[in-house]
């Protein structure tokens, strides 16, 4: 019996093939396509932007070197686009006229916008210092708090390590690396967080060397955030690194609220005295930071940042930080609840062509 002759016709990839790609033409109708001038101008982040500069102003006004680092930092605070690198914001703004009038630039005597070059942009971020994007963080979750994108109820706090971009940085010190990096010590940063677990979005940091130790710095961090977003938080879950008996009595008997912290079981044999919140399905709960570690390290590259010293450092890692909220309340106010930890889906637009 003769074998049937096929015509010949182009390999067929397998059914797999076919189901992901109809799994990701459907996340991509579902994401929102949010450009950036949209963003800018639903946002305000223009006024936002100015309203922190003027703040730091009210803060710093009568030194006069401050006075110029303030005038620096009106000009690159009003650029919502800072943490790009600064090449890609000047042939971005150069090419695209309404979004460099979106972001506050001057017109020349021919009509266009005036444009800074890479280089002076550069010297603007480095001369504004850390307070203008400190406080620009601080006015964007104010503002997730008062449409209650960010309830803090349920509160976590960890910390994350950032390495040194050269081993020469002045400001970064050697300490512990966590268990699945391949070196028992790392030279950078940590950067402590403050995280609202039903959100999923940050509500303020500390960034500090590597070295130092972290159960200094939980009361501070709470501290801070109670204080300045009024906050009434009814759980904090916190890293076995942070233990301790008097910042455990300080969140029960100011804060109000529970402690949840696991014991290190190297320290303590005898489990029987465990506190009741001390449970797998409570202690799973602190995952949550652990995804927002990691979606802000994969989209941002905020693990090793091509940036030396503390300063600029915290600058980066409050754009950072700001950026993640942003991209929340655009979704919050695109009434997409779904899409608040989902930057890839939100801006589309950014890394739909890098797909391709």
């Known amino acids: 019996?003769?074998?049937?002759?096929?015509?010949?016709?182009?390999?067929?990839?397998?059914?797999?093939?076919?189901?992901?790609?109809?799994?990701?033409?459907?996340?991509?109708?579902?994401?929102?396509?949010?450009?950036?001038?949209?963003l800018i101008e639903t946002l305000h982040l223009l006024a936002l932007c100015r309203l922190a500069v003027q703040l730091v102003h009210r803060r710093w006004r009568s030194p006069p070197d401050l006075s110029r680092r303030v005038v620096a930092a009106d000009r690159l605070a009003q650029n919502p686009l800072a943490t790009l690198p600064t090449w890609d914001v000047h042939d971005w703004l150069a090419s695209w006229p309404a979004l460099a009038l979106a972001c506050g630039l001057p017109l020349d005597a021919g009509g266009k916008p005036c444009v800074p070059s890479?280089?002076?942009?550069?010297?603007?971020?480095?001369?504004?210092?850390?307070?203008?994007?400190?406080?620009?963080?601080v006015l964007t979750v104010w503002r997730a708090v008062r449409c209650r994108l960010i309830g803090a109820r349920d509160l976590i706090i960890?910390?994350?390590?950032?390495l040194a971009w050269?081993?020469?940085?002045?400001?970064?010190?050697?300490g512990h690396a966590p268990a699945h990096y391949p070196r028992p010590l790392l030279r950078g940063y940590r950067v402590h967080t403050l995280?609202?677990?039903?959100?999923?979005?940050?509500?303020?940091?500390?960034?500090?060397?590597?070295?130092?130790?972290?159960?200094?710095?939980?009361?501070?961090l709470l501290a801070l955030a109670v204080r300045l977003y009024h906050l009434r938080p009814r759980i904090v879950r916190l890293d076995a690194a942070y233990w301790g008996l008097q910042?455990?009595?300080?969140?029960?008997?100011?804060?109000?609220?529970i402690a949840v912290v696991p014991w290190n079981p190297k320290r303590q044999k005898n489990r029987s005295c465990l506190p009741p919140?001390?449970?797998k399905d409570e202690l799973g709960k602190r995952r949550a930071i652990e995804r927002f570690f990691g979606r802000v390290f994969l989209f941002f590259r905020l693990q090793r940042p091509p940036y030396s010293g503390w300063s600029t450092l915290v600058q980066q890692v409050?754009?950072?930080?700001?950026?993640?909220?942003?991209v929340g309340l655009a979704a919050w106010q695109s009434h997409r609840p779904d899409l608040i930890r989902s930057p890839k889906r939100v801006l589309a637009h950014l890394w739909e062509d890098s797909e391709l």
């Not at 019996?1 to 992901?20: C, F, G, K, L």
């Not at 677990?197 to 501070?220: K, T």
Request: aromatic fraction near 8%; include cysteine; hydrophobic fraction near 40%.
């Open 1 to 38: 019996m003769m074998p049937t002759v096929v015509n010949e016709q182009a390999p067929i990839p397998p059914p797999s093939y076919h189901r992901r790609e109809v799994q990701a033409q459907a996340q991509r109708a579902r994401a929102l396509h949010i450009n950036a001038l949209t």
């Open 118 to 137: 890479p280089s002076q942009l550069c010297k603007r971020w480095q001369t504004a210092g850390a307070p203008p994007f400190e406080t620009l963080f």
């Open 158 to 162: 960890d910390s994350a390590p950032i």
């Open 166 to 174: 050269r081993r020469t940085d002045p400001d970064a010190a050697s």
């Open 195 to 220: 995280l609202c677990r039903g959100s999923g979005l940050p509500v303020h940091f500390l960034l500090f060397p590597a070295n130092r130790h972290d159960a200094r710095f939980a009361r501070p």
């Open 247 to 257: 910042l455990i009595h300080w969140i029960h008997a100011t804060l109000g609220a």
């Open 277 to 279: 919140t001390w449970t």
């Open 318 to 326: 409050a754009l950072t930080y700001t950026t993640s909220i942003v």
